[in-house]
């Protein structure tokens, strides 16, 4: 039969191997695997993993699958998945792709549960491991390259929930060593599982869309493996019948090349993005914008003093969910430009404290907050690989202070070093787990490709 763009998605799930993945995409995907565990255990430690948890707790008969945090709970597999992926964005501290996307989050959390879920002696071992969390990156990946509409940041759809649902399906359908047909039905069922509206951004829902994404897709997987069929043609652009195109006003897909010796992973040619802090990623650059003009005011009058401020410019790209001129929630603070840039300026850092109602609610940052204005610059576009920071401080002396981050320490641009990610590895894994369990963990990723059963992470 002709190929089809999803025919050549399923061949490129069924017949990729272990021997394919490079030294540099092993390397960056084993530091996602360790950053996303660790966002998953202090994510744990939310309210909004709670209620996930007690929900769940409810409907899990078949308690096999562990979950971040909890070392005396089980769960179902899918259930256990989306926890943990509910765990992995609670925070929105977890990894940024581009086009933008948290990959990690929406693969990891189903393969970790479904290493527990299969029988002993079918256990897959870490480099199965490896490569269906890079099967599962691929996927989305690809997908979010088809639309010229997701190399921007998200209007519509939030993207995890969309691509992340089918790159949860892949690497699970891998994983489980699905055939061809089968891994073509997983991703038919998960197209129709798919998709989350960024109104809920900001909110206690939005961490849901991670959750879903990996249960979902892992739920779409097993389907195709019991025999649910699906349409076959779902990523390919038939005029006239939506399939995934549905998600994105520009869709041109492309067949999936057949692995071979040749063959080049995106995460190859795009690395990651990991955040100091937990926020949205956009914030990182007004942060470091913020501290750059932090330093020239102390050096300007020997030490931060809000009273000498008239106005706080901010230039930023339009993006209506994330300016948030007054947030009154650790969600909207969060997702707020304004937010992040005065808690810079006030404290000279910001962390998991500064997203605390205390910390929100204070009056020193309230009257920062006012004196904030907004400007979007043209050449300023919603765009992760494109976007910049200003932060301009106006004094009532006349003078004015700028600061500018065109590239955060942590962008793919100026990767985070193997110090700082291990660092806060450390620093997250501390909220749940003693210092011999955090070694253990770091150790068992850095060895992954050598690990005999993946159940053992």
């Known amino acids: 039969p002709e190929e089809t763009v999803t025919s050549s998605f399923a061949s490129f799930i069924h017949a990729v191997r272990p021997e394919h993945l490079s030294k540099t995409v092993c390397h960056r995907s084993k530091r996602m695997i360790l950053d996303s565990i660790g966002v998953g255990l202090v994510g744990s430690t939310t309210p909004v993993f ?5 929900y769940c707790r409810l409907y899990s008969p078949v308690a096999v699958s562990s979950v971040y945090g909890k070392p005396d709970v089980k769960l179902s597999p899918t259930l256990a998945a989306f926890t943990n992926g509910v765990a992995t964005h609670s925070m929105d501290f977890d990894d940024t792709w581009h086009p933008a996307t948290h990959p990690s989050g929406a693969v990891l959390p189903a393969l970790l549960a479904a290493s527990q879920m299969l029988p002993a002696g079918t256990k897959p ?46 690497a699970t359908a891998k994983l489980l060593s699905l055939s061809m047909a089968q891994c073509t039905h997983a991703l038919g069922i ?12 900001a909110t206690q829902a939005k961490p849901l869309h991670i959750g879903n994404a990996t249960r979902l897709g892992f739920e779409a997987a097993l389907l195709a ?3 649910m069929e699906a349409n076959p043609l779902i990523l390919d652009d038939i005029p006239g019948c939506s399939g995934f195109s549905v998600f994105y006003g520009t869709y041109q897909p492309k067949p999936l090349s057949r692995p071979s010796e040749q063959h080049e992973f995106l995460l190859e040619k795009q690395d990651i993005a990991f955040k100091r802090f937990p926020a949205h990623l956009g914030m990182h650059w007004v942060v470091d914008a913020a501290l ?42 969060r997702h707020s430009f304004q937010f992040n840039a005065c808690a810079a300026l006030l404290d000279g850092e910001v962390g998991l404290g500064s997203f605390a109602e205390t910390s929100i609610r204070r009056q020193e940052l309230r009257e920062l907050l006012d004196k904030v204005v907004v400007e979007h610059p043209e050449d300023n576009v919603a765009n992760f690989d494109k976007m910049y920071g200003e932060v301009a401080l106006l004094l009532h002396s006349g003078d004015v202070l700028t600061g500018k981050c065109d590239t955060f320490y942590g962008h793919w641009r100026k990767p985070l070093s193997k110090e700082s990610l291990l660092k806060k590895f450390r620093s997250n894994a501390s909220h749940v787990l003693p210092e011999e369990k955090i070694e253990t963990i770091i150790t068992m990723v850095d060895n992954l490709e050598n690990l005999s059963d993946s159940s053992q992470l």
């Open 50 to 54: 709670d209620i996930a948890l007690q």
């Open 225 to 227: 493996a019991r025999g």
């Open 292 to 333: 750059s003009v932090r330093n020239l005011f102390i050096n300007y009058a020997g030490s931060f003093s809000p009273s000498l401020i008239r106005t706080i410019v901010l230039k930023i790209p339009v993006s209506k969910y994330i300016n948030r001129p007054f947030p009154s929630s650790e969600h909207q603070a």
């Open 190 to 201: 998960a197209a129709s599982l798919a998709g989350a509206p960024m109104a809920n951004a």
């Open 125 to 170: 071992n870490g480099m199965d491991f490896l490569l269906a969390f890079n099967v599962g990156l691929e996927v989305q990946g690809r997908l979010m390259h088809f639309s010229t509409e997701a190399h921007n940041i998200p209007r519509r759809f939030h993207p995890p929930s969309v691509v992340g649902t089918m790159g949860s399906a892949a």
